[in-house]
């Protein structure tokens, strides 16, 4: 176990772990932006919880949950890694759960000092207004996971949808591609027709697009607003599942660089430390401005 000490990315009263603290004074930033941590009503992440304890069914893979604890544990060992921005995704998986999540959220947000606020949204009655609400409310980011929720980005309720948050460039973290299971829409053609439709559309592709890195690449560098976001990607627990293709790596790079790679993680529901998280960047070599970006430098620009 690493002991923490005292540092001031950690906040008032924080501590931040000693890999955390070299790592952000090496590269000479606040701290790191976490774009894709989980945090929801307790009932909620407790039946997320019991998806990954049957993992070996559903996925094929063991998936123990590293930071299995109360709200507020996890807050604080969040913030013992230097983070000093996070999100709390939430996603609908049927109807009428988003309106809901969406108000919890925001209230968490209010609540949680570094928490941006964060709403999701499925297609259903009353979508337009509820999704209305969440902005007008203050919402910074928004979820939606097209595996779990089995629905097709393309539905009719949803235009407006991906049109209103096109016109309020409120960026939407997508679980788009295939991994760690195919379902009905993902990959990325049904993504791709809302891009076409909606060109402006603030796209973050969950998890690296995995399996499909090259054609999520491929659409960042074709859309000025899609970005990816590197939720367990290049960490070894990922490459056994869905290895990056080594010829998209220059690919990466000048992609980070853009500013259009988002550092992300899925705590606390990752099957290793959050530290190999990281260390997963680092190994890939890509220099010390591209971590400046992936780590702190694009999501402090995206989210102002």
């Not at 209230?107 to 000092?113: D, N």
């Not at 430390?273 to 620009?301: H, I, K, N, S, T």
Request: some cysteine; aromatic content about 10%.
């Amino acid at each position: 176990m690493v002991t923490a000490r005292p540092d001031p990315a950690a906040g008032p009263g924080g501590t931040v772990e000693p890999w955390a603290a070299d790592l952000i004074r090496q590269l000479a930033i606040p701290g790191l932006i976490d774009v894709h941590s989980h945090f929801m009503p307790e009932q909620v992440m407790r039946k997320v919880w019991g998806v990954f304890d049957r993992a070996d069914e559903v996925y094929g893979v063991p998936w123990p949950v590293e930071y299995r604890a109360d709200a507020e544990t996890r807050l604080a060992t969040l913030r013992s890694f230097g983070v000093v921005a996070f999100t709390s995704m939430i996603y609908a998986h049927k109807p009428g759960m988003s309106a809901w999540l969406n108000e919890w959220a925001l209230q968490f947000a209010a609540e949680t000092p570094g928490s941006l606020a964060t709403a999701t949204f499925y297609p259903e009655s009353g979508v337009r207004d509820y999704v209305q609400r969440a902005i007008d409310g203050g919402t910074k980011v928004f979820k939606v996971h097209l595996q779990v929720g089995d629905f097709d980005p393309r539905d009719r309720q949803l235009r407006d949808v991906w049109a209103m948050l096109a016109d309020a460039a409120i960026p939407v973290v997508v679980h788009c591609g295939s991994g760690p299971a195919p379902g009905r829409y993902t990959g990325p053609g049904p993504i791709g027709d809302v891009l076409a439709e909606h060109p402006g559309l603030s796209l973050i592709v969950a998890h690296m697009g995995a399996p499909e890195y090259a054609d999520f690449l491929a659409l960042a560098e074709r859309y000025r607003a899609v970005r990816l976001d590197t939720t367990m990607a290049f960490t070894a627990f990922m490459e056994r599942l869905a290895p990056f293709p080594d010829g998209s790596k220059g690919s990466l790079r000048e992609a980070g660089l853009r500013g259009d790679v988002l550092f992300g993680s899925d705590f606390p529901n990752i099957p290793y430390p959050y530290a190999d998280a990281v260390d997963a960047l680092v190994r890939l070599d890509l220099g010390d401005q591209w971590l400046r970006q992936v780590l702190f430098g694009a999501a402090a620009e995206l989210f102002g």
